[in-house]
């Protein structure tokens, strides 16, 4: 149901249905040790610490929980969110802290002994992913409510609201620079948000979004088919465009 993929590419965490984690090392293709065990139900979120010496996972439990990637086990009592279903978790850049989000449409901000900093309210509907400014200044969240949305981390205040899609935003990734934001949606559309202008760059792409080392977009779908695009070209796409019957993931994007 969810993966994470190590900072330093050679190891993926998996969560799948039965609440269990499991280790991956991709050089050799298989898995390392044992289960971790611990959520009483399906995984539905993942994310490794910046140092890579954690992983932090959320489940449809409730909780959040933090594993030692080096031995499988929790470093610390589980964070108990009270709210249900948790549908993404990201570590703040300096990794001492975490933000989770879920259906309620609230953002909420904890430390790493659990205790709730701040909660975040704004968006009209559940909210599926976020993801941090590098500084950690900022939070962005893509909601069913169809927007994207902007957040000053420290008081939550709202600071821009992007508005495009016909449908739930399921998945939102900054570029390394931070100058675009990608969103994927559950209208089968990719689109690309230029941060300066916060306004929509070219028209949306009808792909699955996927990047690790160059300007690159690929795009997956039920047909069976895989599509690798130039994002230089894909800024200027106009009409020439694919449509993928599926969910859409961005995984990472790097924008020239």
């Not at 969810?2 to 799948?16: E, R, Y």
């Not at 449908?167 to 230029?194: G, T």
């Not at 969910?247 to 020239?256: K, Q």
């Amino acid at each position: 149901m969810s993966l994470a993929v190590s900072p330093d590419q050679i190891k993926v965490i998996s969560g799948s249905g039965d609440g269990r984690l499991r280790l991956w090392n991709v050089e050799e293709g298989g898995v390392v040790g044992d289960p971790w065990e611990g959520h009483s139900a399906p995984v539905r979120c993942l994310d490794w610490s910046p140092n890579t010496r954690e992983v932090a996972s959320g489940s449809d439990d409730g909780a959040i929980r933090r594993w030692n990637p080096n031995t499988g086990r929790q470093i610390a009592p589980p964070i108990e969110t009270g709210h249900g279903w948790v549908y993404a978790i990201k570590y703040s850049p300096r990794g001492n802290k975490f933000a989770s989000c879920r259906s309620d449409g609230v953002i909420r901000v904890w430390s790493k002994d659990g205790k709730l900093l701040i909660e975040i309210k704004g968006h009209d509907s559940s909210v599926f992913s976020l993801c941090w400014s590098k500084d950690g200044a900022y939070i962005f969240c893509g909601s069913g409510d169809m927007t994207v949305r902007k957040w000053q981390s420290i008081d939550g205040k709202e600071l821009v609201v992007l508005c495009g899609h016909t449908n739930f935003i399921r998945y939102i990734s900054l570029s390394p620079n931070e100058r675009r934001l990608v969103s994927a949606s559950s209208d089968c559309s990719v689109r690309i948000w230029d941060l300066k202008t916060n306004q929509q760059v070219g028209d949306p792409l009808f792909s699955l979004a996927i990047s690790s080392d160059g300007p690159y977009i690929a795009s997956a779908g039920l047909d069976r088919k895989i599509y690798v695009w130039s994002l230089e070209a894909a800024l200027k796409q106009s009409s020439d465009e694919v449509r993928v019957h599926a969910y859409i993931a961005v995984v990472s994007i790097i924008a020239s």
